[in-house]
């Protein structure tokens, strides 16, 4: 069984929806190219029941920098009636064959609540700064670190590359979680995009569930999500474009 480490990041659809994806980083132990650019379309389920739809893009900025941004909106029941958005975008760079993030921010709003953090990596000092607008907080940063909105792309690349075990150090508010995850088997999976046969991957440190099917072979992300926390949130692919 193949085992490495990888610095990536899990992210949140929306504090209404809970977390769309995990996230984390990548490190030595494995080394991929950045992928072409490309556009994912996601609906949002809750409970069965249509919330929501999410879109997440990659594309390169110059400079030898990429930017990975997910866009999700409520269009139905109490997400659209309280015009629920939300929005992350990662800056992040490819440093010795693996993502390492240079800023992330997230922001939230709602007819009831906003939300806003921004997260930013001085890699020349080895430091982390959080702000979610009431002071910062620093913390040291992990090489190959990578926040928690891109854990979908870099959990992807591992797989891609014969993980089958990931730990994955994640920045967050206050500090890098060692989160570790697991490929528990091989599934047929339907979503919107198709049928794949998917390899299932769970969060195996975390007291609530997630888990996370990717057809590696043909996408970086994944083809369908599922977390209880939040009201038992589903996200089903329903389409992928790459020029």
């Known amino acids: 069984m193949k085992t490495i ?3 990536l990041s899990p992210r949140t659809l929306l504090r209404a929806f809970a977390a769309l994806l995990l996230a984390g980083a990548a490190s030595a132990a494995w080394s991929a190219t950045a992928p072409a650019p ?7 389920l809750r409970n069965g029941e249509s919330l929501g739809e999410a879109t997440i893009r990659f594309q390169a900025s110059g400079n030898g920098e990429y930017e990975y941004s997910n866009q999700t909106r409520g269009t139905s029941g109490l997400a659209a009636l ?3 958005s939300s929005e992350e975008t990662t800056r992040l760079r490819w440093r010795d ?3 390492e993030t240079l800023t992330y921010d997230y922001a939230m709003d709602a007819a009831i609540k906003q939300k806003h953090r921004h997260l930013a990596v001085d890699w020349a000092h080895q430091q982390v700064t959080v702000d979610e607008g009431k002071g910062p907080i620093r913390y040291d940063s992990v090489p190959g670190m990578v926040d928690r909105n891109t854990l979908a792309l870099a959990l992807g690349l591992a797989l891609r590359g014969g993980a089958k075990q990931v730990v994955v150090p994640v920045g967050v508010k206050q500090r890098v979680e060692q989160q570790q995850y ?3 088997g091989t599934e047929s999976v339907t979503v919107p995009a198709g049928t794949f ?8 440190d975390a007291d ?7 057809a590696p072979s043909k996408f970086p992300l994944p083809v369908k999500l599922a977390q209880a926390e939040g009201g038992h949130l589903t996200l089903l692919l329903v389409s992928f474009e790459s020029p």
């Open 97 to 99: 064959g693996v993502p």
């Open 82 to 84: 309280l015009g629920a």
């Open 197 to 204: 046969t998917a390899e299932r991957v769970t969060r195996t």
């Open 38 to 44: 490309f556009t994912a379309r996601y609906q949002v």
């Open 5 to 7: 480490t990888l610095h």
């Open 208 to 214: 609530k569930p997630s888990d996370a099917w990717y």
């Open 182 to 184: 697991a490929v528990k």
